[in-house]
């Protein structure tokens, strides 16, 4: 998948306030920008994160429905020999 609009968002907004809160040691002024900028990433992470899955189930839902219906099949197994029978079947 693509990278979305929203998840570029997301890089952008990382990347700054990744700076802001190393600059925070040398500008302790910075401190609540840099609070601001990491939750905003983690809002928009979260969102990125729900836009990507909902793309990805509604690929996975149109590639289930282009996929032509399997027929079941019948699996018939053989009961009723014991081990025993088998062992004095092959003695004999």
Request: glycine fraction near 6%; charge should be positive.
């Amino acid at each position: 998948m693509p990278a979305s609009d929203l998840g570029k968002t997301k890089m952008v907004l990382q990347v700054v306030a990744i700076t802001v809160i190393v600059l925070e040691r040398r500008y302790p002024r910075l401190q609540p920008l840099g609070d601001v900028f990491l939750w905003l990433v983690v809002g928009i992470a979260l969102l990125s994160a729900a836009e990507y899955f909902w793309a990805f189930w509604k690929k996975l839902d149109a590639r289930l429905k282009q996929q032509p219906a399997k027929a079941g099949r019948v699996v018939v197994i053989r009961g009723g020999e014991k081990e025993q029978d088998k062992k004095d079947a092959a003695a004999q």
